[in-house]
């Protein structure tokens, strides 16, 4: 089988620790890429001297410039600045929108065929951005959010129950804000749906704690954000897409009518194959939860509104 080639754009925690993941899983070969002179570099060469021990045999490097990234599969980006305490993900646009838009560019003059898998914040405006910049069609550019925001849920989950977050599983819609949908209807423990296996107290405390998830961890690290487990999830799409699971997976994906949402990219369960995505999953939702994805969905439309690209 051919080589896959991952391009990770920022090789700050998010990129590096992506980098790692992806080596460990041995998805392909990686280039690390950074504005930093010495820093993907190092990264990449300290990564793959890691290889003999654990005994991974992708290719690792890192670079200051886009013509080692020429005709990746996947490109990862995760550029640009990340939240501090007492920062919304909103208060990074105007900044990440320069750098996002200035990377796609160079993303898509050099892998005109890649799909792109978007992780920096605001991550719906951003991945909204990365698609009308980079010209693909709405299958190839993707964005993680739901990933990481279902297995925190499933993480509170497991530890409410003290079960396995093995036998979790967990659906949320939405931007990847705090008006995040977590659906606990569609979220279950071996099957069990855990609106039968949690009391409404509970699950309100575990949605709300979902929903602050990341200001939790930026409010214990203080210097930056979360980043084992966005990358982790970064990586859970790179894999479904190289080994064409079809997984189904929340992700964000640009909507042309689907939930009633045109032009925007927003938070829904994907099937995400070797295509990208390959189809957007249409829940039957009840009234309070339609109420919730509206919601949602103004927030990331003047989100959206502030790229003045529509
Ligand atoms: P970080 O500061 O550790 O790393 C960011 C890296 O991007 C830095 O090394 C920086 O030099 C590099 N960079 C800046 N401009 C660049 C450019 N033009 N080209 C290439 N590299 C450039 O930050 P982090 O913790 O890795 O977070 C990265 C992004 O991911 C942030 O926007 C953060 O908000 C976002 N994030 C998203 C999620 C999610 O769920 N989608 C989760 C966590 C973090």
Redesign the pocket.
């Known amino acids: 089988m051919k080589r896959r080639k991952i391009t990770i754009?920022?090789?700050?925690?998010?990129?590096?620790?992506a980098a790692h993941w992806a080596a460990l899983k041995e998805l392909g070969d990686i280039v690390l890429?950074?504005?930093?002179e010495g820093?993907?570099q190092g990264k990449a060469l300290d990564l793959a001297e890691a290889g003999p021990i654990e005994g991974f045999n992708s290719k690792i490097m890192g670079t200051n410039s886009y013509e080692e990234t020429k005709d990746s599969d996947i490109v990862i980006i995760?550029?640009?600045?990340?939240?501090k305490p007492g920062m919304s993900?909103e208060d990074?646009l105007q900044k990440?929108k320069?750098?996002i838009n200035?990377?796609t560019e160079r993303i898509a003059a050099t892998s005109p065929h890649c799909i792109i898998i978007?992780?920096?914040?605001?991550?719906d405006t951003?991945t909204y951005l990365a698609l009308k910049v980079s010209g693909f069609p709405k299958n190839r550019v993707v964005?993680?959010?739901g990933v990481?925001?279902a297995a925190r849920l499933r993480t509170f989950v497991a530890l409410e129950l003290n079960i396995s977050v093995e036998d979790t599983q967990a659906m949320l819609l939405g931007g990847?804000g705090d008006d995040m949908v977590s659906l606990p209807r569609y979220s279950t423990v071996g099957g069990i749906p855990i609106t039968e296996l949690l009391s409404q107290e509970q699950i309100a405390r575990i949605v709300e704690r979902t929903r602050k998830a990341?200001g939790e961890i930026v409010g214990l690290l203080k210097t930056?954000?979360?980043?084992y487990?966005?990358?982790a999830?970064?990586v859970c799409m790179a894999e479904a897409i190289i080994k064409d699971k079809k997984r189904v997976l929340p992700c964000c994906a640009y909507l042309e009518g689907e939930y009633g949402l045109n032009d925007i990219c927003f938070g829904v369960p994907v099937k995400i194959g070797a295509e990208g995505i390959e189809e957007v999953i249409e829940l039957q939702l009840n009234a309070e939860e339609r109420e919730a994805v509206q919601r949602s969905a103004e927030g990331v439309n003047l989100s959206i509104d502030n790229l003045g690209l529509r």
């Open positions: 754009v920022g090789a700050g925690n998010v990129g590096a620790t890429v950074d504005i930093i820093l993907p995760t550029s640009g600045l990340a939240r993900r990074l990440n320069e750098i200035s990377v978007m992780v920096s914040n605001p991550l951003m964005g993680m959010a990481l925001d990847h990341g930056g954000s979360a980043f487990s966005p990358s999830g970064a």
